[in-house]
């Protein structure tokens, strides 16, 4: 005991703890006068017991008539609800074991919520003592921040346990002079929320004991008091066996596949070969098919960096820009509906300037965040005239910039994540003063007001800090600042995860746009090494591209082994990938040698150079290009439809191109090619290979049944059946 | 209208889930035998989307305050002490035959995630996308017939599709719009010149490009595209079930009495459809998300206007139970009209209500379904279920019995886990006959 008040005294003295989890700190009913604090102490209590979560009371008009924030993000407005409201029948002062906030949970009195502090357990006596201190609202210790531990367990097999431990910085004192402010420490294990992702793969109890049922890797979710952290679980998806010695590794992306691969004792599939590799780098980079002569080219050389050479060309092609152009106006959501066709064609031109000029993202970012002017003029203009409103620009520039998803924190603090209603209205606030028309710029007035102060929200940058200034012209550029600052937490992490998610089929994390604490990477050492790599190369994104491409984990055939079959996401193997609605397109008119009718532009326009997701194309549609009239994270999802099926079947989009009389196949036809010369040139040019001696001798019959009147027909069925074929439509 | 939200639905739920991989094991279950002998064989499902109010539509509250209340006052109906909006003069006549749950109640008050629990019966989960009632019952049923075992009419709706079951259990949407005078679904005819042998040819060789091929392994991709392609082929090979398709066959005055309007069109497709063999329709009416001028967007559609909400419904819904009720298929069809959520009972400064999900009502009608009563009760403000609360998770046990489809029936996911069809739950027991 004396040991514990001196730790204290000492700790308190010297004001950093040096606690690590594990050494047992008191905790306040150990104390000899124990000063209950309401914010720290029963905030927590109320929320482990559940009393203020989404179904019961913290739900928006609360529970049987009484109301709290929900999972305590007010704590005043609590303080009121139970101290004041109800003629201060919750808390009795003069006799504690009376109050209704301790008979109803402790079921003395009927309870809808049933038990939930039983009688002289910790929380009751937590919640007791402080009514019998007479309900002091206190205020003066703050949180500053949680520490988990561990934050990533690995086991050897299924069935393991071990346990979470949490440790709760605070800072006490007067919050508004810096003097005599002690910071504390204190493990809050026994008033940490716990919650498994997936409850089939991880049991977590109210400890924090966790108990893995599933191999693999899953997460174990925590909070305390509106800050929550993630625990990640391993264990390996193999049983016995050893790790392979020596995987290949090429940069520092192979360093940290290969250890999860280990730690997971997942088989990788050996290097795709050099045809395999051109096709597949050509379609991720340039989103165009190789021609046959390039890739005879390329397996012909012999220098040992031509895998890298041929990477280099590739990011130097107009094709390039316009492929990642595209992925951008999806992203930026460039549509002529809102933004007029002139302001659309401005706004994709001035990308693929950017992206053909290798622009620095940073550099991109503030100016699309700060650019004003007529919008069919300024192509960056029309970045602020894509959302309606402030809230609107709020959520979209939080989204595209930082890759935090903020709608929730519009109604109430958002509950899986830290951002605080003062943070979305904040924010919003920041972009409240811009006209949204058709010439964008700053007004003198506007205002957002704040739902729960009923005010004008001041303006915030989200998790960080209000803007001081009252210059309203000055808040975009302070937002631009800090959004773009090499140490942002957001910006070159969304970033990366968006180009890994482009060239290796699966983000980092997932959805993209979704980074929080409570949806971890896959490889969260990874991605913060990406990041870090991008914001020290000045946010170079072809230096991010040409890493990844480059590494090994990019290079890996996509045919499994033995044991990684069904891994989707830990870089084992190549992830097959249905082409993209507008690369597909192209990929057709390449083969058949004729063009795609895209809306009333001239024909032989590639599909990957449109600015604009309205232009006319039934193909497009069914093959579910984004229509950028709201968010679409998903890269496009080509796995079928119905309709799809009926129009590729039925529909004019093969049918007409495979008869044309100016097509490829008919052209053949007029040479004197004999079927076999013919099946090979469209195995070259499709697939970037020549058929096997099997499948030249399986055309051959096929084909040789049909007679010479049908066999244009023969043909035209085999160009169709290719064009379907798994080979054709994906990336692999 | 649009939704108050503007998200795409579709990608709203992807968190962190499994692809869409294709179930080898689904489809060998595809593959047994068709559905429980017991269970109504059809369901149509009429999707409110937006959060219909149940203070003005099925559950109204004459005696509350005006701010409460609202505009419209409640009339008798043919059954006694039953009592809907004035406004559903056709559906008045026959509540004979709904069961009207006024007792809805969850505590997901967005629209995609109170979608996806209405629709599934599962709360939204970051690890798993859980299928709806339409492809559950695909999946049950063994090879249907040669229409889609699941349209939607007329357009896709991302939280009643397929989830972790293989895409060809995915709804055939008709697209469109079935009240405008061109509508068609496109592509069911084959080219001309292309015989039936001239099809099985590409099929073959398709299958054969795949085979030789060594490069791309049995997966997601090739396991959706074989089966809409192989849906695909039956329906082209099949005049009736095209002619399912055809609205415009209709004797104008059946079309009149649904009404020439989305709604009403798309009703009268969905019955088309069940007659010909399709055994789960769902039809989506958006336009509910009333947060502002609700009284005219439910009486009027626009000031002066006869494209109000309710009286759109009204015609359809009546005009369909009484179609299949002629027919005698009511008897195999269950009914299901809903949406995601209630609306809040004070109505706000914009002359709207607000999603409110704590309480609202959902109608059954059909086939083994007890007509002719109200089960549950809102409190004296619509704001909460005061007496036999019904759950999301209830809703669906309680439609996977009366469809027979076994509510703990296990399907596996891609990577071997077992989800079952309902995650608990009670039945109704009220609604049952």
């Keep these: 005991m004396f040991e514990h008040a001196a730790r204290c005294v000492i700790i308190a003295t010297v004001g950093i703890a040096t606690a690590a989890p594990g050494i047992e700190l008191p905790t306040p009913s150990q104390q000899p006068n124990p000063i209950v604090d309401f914010e720290t102490q029963v905030i927590p209590v109320l929320t482990k017991a559940g009393c203020n979560s989404g179904s019961c009371h913290g739900a928006a008009i609360g529970r049987g008539g009484f109301k709290l924030s929900l999972l305590g993000y007010d704590p005043q407005a609590d303080y009121d609800s139970l101290v004041s409201e109800f003629e201060g029948r919750r808390v009795n002062q003069v006799r504690p074991e009376k109050s209704l906030v301790l008979r109803k949970p402790a079921l003395d009195i009927d309870h809808e919520g049933g038990l939930r502090l039983k009688p002289g357990g910790d929380g009751f006596r937590i919640v007791r003592d402080w009514i019998a201190a007479g309900a002091p609202r206190g205020g003066d210790r703050r949180l500053l921040k949680i520490e988990v531990a561990p934050t990533t367990q690995w086991l050897p097999d299924l069935g393991g346990q071990f346990s979470i431990k949490v440790l709760a910085h605070f800072a006490t004192g007067d919050q508004r002079s810096a003097v005599s402010i002690q910071q504390t420490s204190e493990d809050v294990t026994r008033w940490a929320v716990f919650t498994a992702t997936d409850p089939a793969a991880t049991r977590v109890d109210s400890s924090g004991a966790v108990t893995v049922l599933r191999r693999g890797q899953t997460s174990v979710m925590v909070r305390f008091l509106g800050e929550v952290a993630a625990v990640t679980v391993m264990v390996p998806i193999n049983e016995g066996g050893d790790a392979p010695a020596n995987r290949p590794l090429a940069n520092f992306v192979d360093e940290h596949v290969n250890r999860t691969l280990d730690a997971l004792r997942l088989p990788h599939s050996p290097r795709t070969d050099d045809r395999i590799f051109v096709r597949r780098v050509y379609l991720d980079l340039i989103g165009v098919l190789p021609d046959p002569a390039e890739v005879d080219a390329f397996v012909a050389d012999r220098a040992a960096d031509k895998r890298q050479r041929l990477v280099e060309g590739l990011l130097d092609r107009s094709e390039f820009a316009d492929l990642w152009a595209l992925k951008w106006g999806d992203l930026l959501r460039i549509e002529s509906r809102r933004l007029q066709p002139e302001g659309a064609a401005a706004f994709h031109s001035y990308i693929r300037d950017c992206v053909a000029k290798n622009t620095p993202l940073d550099v991109m970012a503030r100016t699309m965040l700060l650019a004003t002017g007529d919008g069919y003029a300024v192509g960056p203009a029309n970045f602020s005239r894509v959302p309606r409103d402030a809230r609107e620009a709020a959520e979209h520039v939080s989204r595209v910039m930082l890759g935090v998803r903020l709608q929730c924190a519009n109604c109430h603090n958002h509950p899986l994540d830290r951002w605080t209603q003062d943070d979305y209205h904040g924010l919003a606030a920041v972009f409240a003063r811009v006209d949204r028309s058709r010439e964008v710029k700053l007004v003198a007035r506007g205002d957002v007001i704040h739902p729960r102060t009923g005010r004008p929200a001041v303006p915030r940058i989200p998790g960080d800090r209000f803007i001081e200034s009252p210059d309203a012209t000055t808040w975009r550029d302070q937002f631009a600042d800090w959004a773009t600052s090499p140490v942002n937490p957001f910006f070159a992490r969304v970033a990366v995860n968006r180009i890994w998610r482009e060239l290796m089929g699966r983000g980092l994390v997932e959805p993209v746009d979704d980074l929080r604490a409570t949806n971890p990477a896959t490889h969260p050492e990874l991605l913060d090494a990406l990041a870090a790599d991008l914001a020290s190369h000045r946010f170079d994104v072809r230096h991010t591209v040409r890493t990844v491409v480059t590494s090994e984990a990019y290079q890996r055939s996509s045919v499994s082994q033995s044991g990684n079959r069904a891994d989707d996401r830990f870089c084992s193997k190549a992830l097959v990938r249905p082409l993209a609605a507008h690369v597909l397109i192209d990929a057709v008119v390449k083969v058949t040698g004729v063009t795609e009718r895209l809306g009333d532009l001239p024909g032989g326009t590639p599909a990957i150079s449109l600015g604009d997701s309205r232009v006319a194309s039934e193909p497009l549609d069914l093959l579910g290009r984004c229509s950028r009239d709201a968010e679409c994270s998903a890269a496009t999802a080509s796995s079928g439809s119905l309709p799809l099926a009926l129009h590729t079947i039925n529909g004019p989009w093969l049918n007409a191109k495979l008869a044309d009389p100016a097509g490829r196949l008919a052209r053949l036809l007029t040479t004197s090619a004999d079927n076999a010369a013919i099946v090979t040139e469209f195995y070259l040019i499709a697939l970037s290979r020549r058929p096997t001696q099997a499948e030249l001798n399986h055309w051959h019959d096929g084909l040789a049944a049909a007679d010479s009147s049908g066999r244009v027909a023969a043909l035209q069925d085999f160009c169709w059946a290719l064009l379907n074929s798994a080979e054709f439509g994906c990336n692999h | ?433």
Excluded at chain 2, 202 to 225: C, I, K, M, N, P
Excluded at chain 2, 416 to 430: A, F, M, N
Aim: hydrophobic letters at 40%.
């Design chain 2, 1 to 433: 209208m649009r939704r108050c939200d503007g998200v795409n639905r579709r990608e709203f739920l992807r968190i962190g889930s499994l692809s869409a991989f294709g179930l080898g094991v689904a489809d060998a279950l595809r593959r047994r035998t068709a559905a429980a002998d017991d269970g109504l064989r059809n369901c149509i499902l009429i999707w409110l989307d937006g959060g219909p109010s149940h203070l003005d539509t099925f559950d109204l509250k004459p005696d509350a305050p005006a701010e409460v209340r609202g505009d419209f006052s409640p009339a008798a109906s043919d059954v006694p002490g039953i009592q809907i909006c004035e406004h559903f003069h056709r559906l008045a006549t026959m509540m004979h035959r709904v069961c009207l749950v006024r007792s809805m109640t969850s505590p997901l008050g967005e629209h995609n995630l109170g979608s996806h629990y209405m629709l599934t019966g599962y709360q939204p989960s970051p690890v798993i996308e859980y299928p709806s009632y339409g492809s559950v019952a695909a999946a049950c049923r063994g090879d249907a017939g040669v229409l889609p075992a699941y349209v939607a009419v007329p357009s896709f709706n991302a939280h009643a599709a397929n989830g972790y079951l293989s895409g060809s259990m995915r709804p055939f949407a008709v697209g469109g719009d079935p009240s405008k005078p061109d509508f068609r679904v496109k592509d069911l005819d084959a080219p001309a010149g292309f015989d039936a042998a001239r099809l099985d040819r590409r099929r073959q060789f398709l299958a054969d490009f795949d085979r030789l091929s060594a490069q791309v392994e049995e997966g997601a991709f090739r396991q959706t595209r074989d089966a809409q392609f192989e849906q695909a082929y039956r329906l082209i090979a099949s005049p009736a079930a095209k002619r399912a398709f055809n609205v415009g066959e209709e004797r104008p005055a059946v079309r009149q009495r649904y009404g020439m309007s989305r709604i009403g069109q798309s009703c009268l497709l969905a019955r088309r459809l069940i007659e010909a063999g399709c055994p789960f329709v769902t039809v989506t009416d958006n336009g509910w998300d009333t947060h502002g001028q609700i009284y005219r967007e439910l009486k009027e559609g626009y000031v002066g206007g006869y494209a109000g909400k309710i009286p759109l419904l009204d015609a359809a819904l009546s005009t369909l139970l009484d179609e299949l009720a002629a027919s005698g298929l009511l008897d195999e069809t269950l009914v299901i009209v809903m949406g995601e959520f209630g609306r809040t009972p004070k109505l706000n400064t914009a002359a709207g209500r607000d999603h409110w999900p704590r309480a609202f009502s959902v109608l059954l009608a059909g086939g083994s379904v007890r007509g002719g009563q109200v089960v549950g009760s809102s409190d004296a403000r619509g704001e909460n279920a005061a007496d036999r609360p019904v759950s999301p998770t209830d809703l669906a046990r309680t439609i996977y019995t009366l469809l027979g489809i076994d509510p703990d029936r296990e399907f596996q996911t891609a990577d071997g886990r077992p989800v079952r069809v309902s995650p608990g739950g009670q039945v109704i027991r009220e609604c049952l006959t």
